[in-house]
């Protein structure tokens, strides 16, 4: 057995035991893949992660920045009260209609609301409606504008709020200060910004797992 598949192995071994799929999340997982979306969802006990953090935080309201088919929205929303609300960002409009069909089958549309366009258009947007502060911001969308998305996160939500920012590892390049990538040189960015604002205190980890090397960062917002 390569690395790879015992990484693999370890994930379906705790995914079974700790967060297994029902039907609603097997079916957005098939029906996100039968309408060729990437296969770049988080895994199962990664959206039991994201759940937990919500619950941790008491979580009312939820932000989304990147929803694909809605299997990680369905986790989120699984975290919050009956008068609880997501709102999930996406800028497919093919991916919105997927995931839009996945949570109306988990039951949650009437918690969740997908809305459509570039993410850095829907920000100021959603922005200007004053909503209640978000208790947890989740992003996994094009890494370039990951410190855009950081510095919205902090305008859209209040001391206490959680952040949580995916895939900062970028298979290791995230060390690399010559390369030019967007996706390392965003990464890298959101990093310092965490590390350097007055009004975040964070850490990144790196995991292994069925979605290979990879990791998040989580930041809280202290004021």
């Known amino acids: 057995m390569s690395e790879s598949q015992l990484w693999h192995a370890v994930d379906d071994y705790f995914a079974a035991r700790l967060a297994p799929d029902d039907e609603a999340l097997a079916a957005a997982l098939r029906d996100s893949e039968a309408a060729g979306l990437p296969s770049i969802a988080v895994a199962p006990n990664q959206g039991k992660l994201l759940q937990l953090l919500a619950q941790v935080q008491g979580a009312r309201y939820i932000l989304e920045i990147g929803t694909l088919g809605g299997y990680s929205t369905i986790w989120l929303a699984r975290a919050l009260p009956a008068d609880g609300r997501l709102i999930t960002l996406e800028y497919d409009p093919r991916h919105a209609e997927v995931a839009t069909r996945n949570i109306g089958r988990a039951g949650l549309d009437r918690l969740v609301e ?10 100021p947007q959603l922005a ?16 370039v504008n990951n410190p855009h998305y950081l510095e919205w996160a902090l305008k859209l939500t209040r001391a206490g709020s959680l952040i949580v920012l995916d895939n900062v590892v970028r298979g290791g390049r995230v060390i690399d200060a010559d390369s030019t990538a967007p996706d ?6 959101a990093l310092d910004l965490i590390g350097s604002h007055p009004r975040l205190a964070g850490t990144a980890v790196q995991t292994v797992g069925a979605k290979g090397y ?3 960062a989580l930041a809280r917002v202290l004021e």
Not at 184 to 189: D, E, P
């Open 214 to 216: 990879d990791g998040f």
């Open 184 to 189: 390392v040189l965003g990464t890298r960015a």
């Open 114 to 123: 997908v809305r459509v366009g570039p993410a850095l258009e829907s920000l």
């Open 128 to 143: 200007d409606e004053n909503p209640p502060p978000f208790d947890l911001v989740f992003i996994d969308a094009d890494k």
